[in-house]
């Protein structure tokens, strides 16, 4: 175990309070992430609280303790430490997260993204797991923290979904022998899949409609794009969680190497989300050239509009980058 990790360890002992992040828009990881550690702190007789810019999203509310995630609020949060989860950089927390948690000094960053720049005064980045559920799964075995039910199932929630129900490339031997010990410790495997996988609103269905009304393959049938526009959005009155992992059904094309989901936001901001099927392909490096990050093999960027810009500005880029790959 290095000084850091001990460090960490020493940290969440010898204090009382925390407040755990995690960044805009979460996903399974990022709210599995909250609620692994936290419950696994309060188990161990620890104050806990959890906050996101965005709240809870209605596809994660089955989620056991999912009702203690907090938006942030107006009064600040007196807490002995701030653990900020799978966040890439401290801009993705949100503002009123970071102004809520402005007076607490200690800071904390555990993450998987190797764009992380390590914001925390401690940091553990281990971008060789593919979830921050996992690098907690393993800090609780090592520090030795409980694991009460709802942490044990968070965990594998944020696992799951980080790894495309275990398939991604990431996906390590630890990720099974983790999930194996899982189900030994009563996780019901038929229960949460069914939970996470096979309980979509028929929003979700709508938009796959509209998204494939819009599907383009270019660049030698290697790039695949499809995109969301407000009109769509307000039509089919979509939320922001209804489009996760639906960029996994372009992805699956035969002979596409990147694909690209466009998605116009609220503000005139484009939310670009990139996934890439060959190593060799750096989705986070191109992402990065826009102002955005994450992982090689799915990354993200917010950036300007208008839309048909911001469009052929990354689809140019992506093309460039292949065809550089390739050579
Ligand atoms: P998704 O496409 O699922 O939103 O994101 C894929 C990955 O890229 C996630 O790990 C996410 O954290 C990262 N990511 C998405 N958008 C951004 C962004 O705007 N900036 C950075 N730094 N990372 C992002
Ligand atoms: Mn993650």
């Not at 599995?32 to 709240?55: M, T």
């Not at 009155?237 to 996760?244: A, F, I, Q, T």
């Amino acid at each position: 175990m290095n000084e850091t990790y001990a460090q960490i360890r020493q940290w969440l002992e010898s204090h009382e309070s925390f407040v755990l992040l995690s960044h805009v828009r979460p996903d399974g990881d990022a709210i599995g992430s909250q609620l692994a550690l936290g419950f696994a702190l309060e188990a161990a007789g620890k104050k806990v609280r959890f906050i996101n810019e965005d709240g809870l999203p209605e596809n994660l509310a089955f989620m056991a303790g999912s009702e203690r995630i907090e938006t942030p609020p107006d009064e600040a949060v007196v807490a002995d430490v701030v653990i900020a989860l799978d966040t890439a950089t401290r801009q993705r927390l949100g503002e009123k997260a970071l102004a809520a948690v402005a007076g607490c000094g200690k800071w904390i960053n555990i993450d998987h993204h190797k764009s992380n720049p390590g914001y925390g005064d401690l940091n553990w980045i281990d971008s060789g797991s593919p979830a921050t559920g996992q690098i907690l799964y393993q800090m609780i075995r090592a520090f030795g923290l409980p694991l009460p039910a709802e942490s044990r199932d968070a965990i594998y929630v944020a696992v799951s979904t980080d790894t495309g129900s275990f398939q991604y490339a990431g996906t390590t031997a630890e990720t099974y022998e983790m999930a194996a010990d899982l189900v030994r410790c009563g996780l019901e495997v038929g229960k949460i899949n069914a939970l996470i996988y096979d309980n979509h609103p028929m929003r979700r269905v709508e938009l796959m409609r509209a998204l494939l009304n819009t599907l383009e393959v270019r660049g030698k049938g290697q790039v695949a794009t499809w995109l969301l526009s407000q009109q769509t959005m307000q039509a089919l009155g979509v939320r922001p969680e209804d489009s996760e992992g639906l960029i996994d059904i372009i992805r699956a094309i035969q002979g596409v190497i990147v694909a690209v989901f466009f998605e116009e936001l609220p503000d005139g901001k484009i939310r670009v989300s990139m996934r890439s099927k060959d190593l060799r392909f750096d989705a986070c490096k191109v992402c990065a050239m826009f102002g955005g990050g994450g992982h090689s093999l799915a990354a993200g960027i917010r950036m300007a509009g208008p839309m048909a810009e911001a469009r052929e500005r990354v689809l140019s880029a992506v093309e460039e980058e292949l065809a550089a790959s390739a050579g």
